[in-house]
């Protein structure tokens, strides 16, 4: 069947520490995005990716980099720079407008 | 930016019917969106409406469009108690890349 995978579901990081969050999506989508949500803040977008090799900054890429080699991958790293980086990030693909996003099952990020 | 503004919470007893207000920023938009989410998971597409449809049904749920008010509403009918989750209204901008613009959400609680 067809997703896309976020792993791990939860994951525990030293404060300092930079921490890599996977995506990955086997439906053939062009766009890949990532989410943070905080509570009673919705979802903020990060940063996202039309296309492979190629990604654009969203409303709060500050401490976040990203990379998109391939079509189906597109990992976040949160960075030492990140001030409050405990939160849930969700990421999603989609192929087009009418279609809307599919989204990942989410990673939850706590800083201990 | 301009936000997309929902009601943080909602509480329905079980059997009437639940109705979660949006209201979205840009006259512009060409699809407008009803997510869900439950608890620790990432968010389904419910349904969505294209911007020159007033109202779109499907089993129990009714969406109707405002688009004088920018005003987007998702009723549930017979509402359950597994609909009890966290609902996402969103609006499809013309401008710009194909990114979906989300509002804070709405809590629905059903009370048996």
């Known amino acids: 069947d067809g997703g896309i995978t976020q792993s791990p579901k939860y994951l525990f990081r030293k404060e300092g520490q930079n921490v890599t969050l996977s995506c990955e999506q086997n439906?053939?989508?062009?766009?890949m995005y990532w989410y943070r949500q905080d509570p009673g803040q919705g979802l903020r977008l990060i940063y996202y990716s039309q296309i492979v090799n190629d990604f654009q900054k969203g409303d709060i890429a500050e401490g976040y980099s990203v990379s998109r080699e391939k079509k189906e991958s597109f990992p976040l790293t949160v960075t030492s720079a990140q001030k409050n980086p405990t939160a849930f990030y969700l990421c999603?693909?989609?192929?087009?407008?009418?279609?809307?996003?599919?989204f990942g099952s989410g990673t939850r990020l706590t800083v201990v | 930016g301009e936000d997309v503004e929902q009601s943080l919470f909602l509480s329905v007893r079980e059997g009437d019917s639940s109705v979660i207000n949006c209201t979205y920023t840009?006259?512009?938009?060409?699809?407008l969106y009803w997510y869900k989410q439950e608890p620790g998971a990432g968010l389904q597409l419910l349904t969505y409406?294209?911007?020159?449809?007033d109202m779109k049904q499907d089993q129990r749920l009714t969406v109707l469009l405002n688009k004088k008010d920018k005003h987007l509403s998702l009723r549930i009918a017979d509402t359950q108690t597994g609909d009890s989750a966290i609902y996402f209204c969103?609006?499809?901008?013309?401008?710009?890349?194909?990114?979906?613009?989300f509002g804070t959400g709405t809590r629905l609680t059903v009370i048996p």
């Open positions: 999603a693909s989609s192929m087009g407008r009418i279609l809307g996003y599919t």
């Open positions: 439906l053939n989508h062009d766009a």
């Open positions: 409406i294209f911007s020159n449809m």
């Open positions: 840009d006259s512009s938009s060409t699809y």
């Open positions: 969103a609006e499809s901008r013309r401008t710009g890349a194909n990114n979906l613009f």
